[in-house]
């Protein structure tokens, strides 16, 4: 099975700044990758998918790159809609596997 | 408009059964591959299974394979997570979520509580 890693597990941040999480793959994924965002007691909203491409409706102040085995999420000047917890997952083959999460919060 | 909607989960005791549902509305029910995902309380996600759209190809996470069966009947629009021998790790919220365009459709969820 693929393992996801993701980096930082939670990270601290104010309004207004610039982040970025990490997500690697144990293996290459050929980009198959999505990023979801997750608010308490709701489903995951995706953000980004094939590593790179806005969902539709999605603003763009996220943004998602890499390729390989190495991927980043990057959400600019964050607003407080935006603290959430945000997940990477592949899809390049089964069993498809997420990332661990990593969770945003105010400073 | 994609809707999913979820249903079946209740309190069951370990070694129970359980099948969840999973009604799908709004596209091409049999074009798409539909996926289990679950969610213990406090804990991240964990995808569980998945179908093709036929219903030809099944795929399992290792914590479950042997004991979830998932299916679909794409007359009914609907797909199946068959659960035995269930055990308190089992406990979670089941979500299904729509394949295809980066997993844009996801149901609201399904509580599922193993506990005697």
């Known amino acids: 099975d693929i393992q996801m890693t993701q980096s930082p597990s939670s990270l601290s941040a104010s309004v207004g700044d610039r982040v970025t999480i990490t997500c690697r793959a144990s293996q290459g994924i050929n980009n198959y990758l999505v990023w979801f965002q997750q608010k308490p007691g709701k489903a995951p909203k995706s953000l980004i998918y094939l590593a790179s491409s806005l969902q539709s409706g999605v603003p763009s102040k996220f943004s998602g790159s890499g390729s390989g085995t190495d991927f980043t999420l990057t959400i600019s000047s964050l607003q407080p809609e935006d603290f959430a917890t945000y997940y990477c997952q592949q899809y390049n083959s089964y069993p498809y596997t997420f990332g661990q999460g990593t969770k945003l919060e105010i400073k | 408009e994609v809707q999913l909607l979820e249903s079946g989960g209740v309190l069951v005791q370990p070694g129970g059964s359980l099948r969840l549902s999973c009604a799908a509305s709004g596209f091409i029910f049999s074009s798409y591959a539909i996926y289990w995902v679950r969610q213990a309380p406090g804990k991240g996600l964990e995808w569980v299974s998945g179908?093709?759209?036929?219903?030809?190809?099944?795929y399992y996470a290792d914590s479950v394979k042997g004991r979830f069966t998932i299916s679909r009947d794409n007359s009914k629009n609907t797909v199946y997570l068959q659960m035995n021998n269930l055990r308190a790790d089992d406990t979670a919220v089941y979500y299904c979520?729509?394949?295809?365009?980066?997993?844009?459709?996801w149901g609201q969820g399904t509580l599922v509580t193993v506990s005697s």
């Open positions: 979520a729509k394949g295809g365009a980066g997993f844009q459709h």
């Open positions: 179908v093709s759209g036929s219903g030809g190809g099944t």
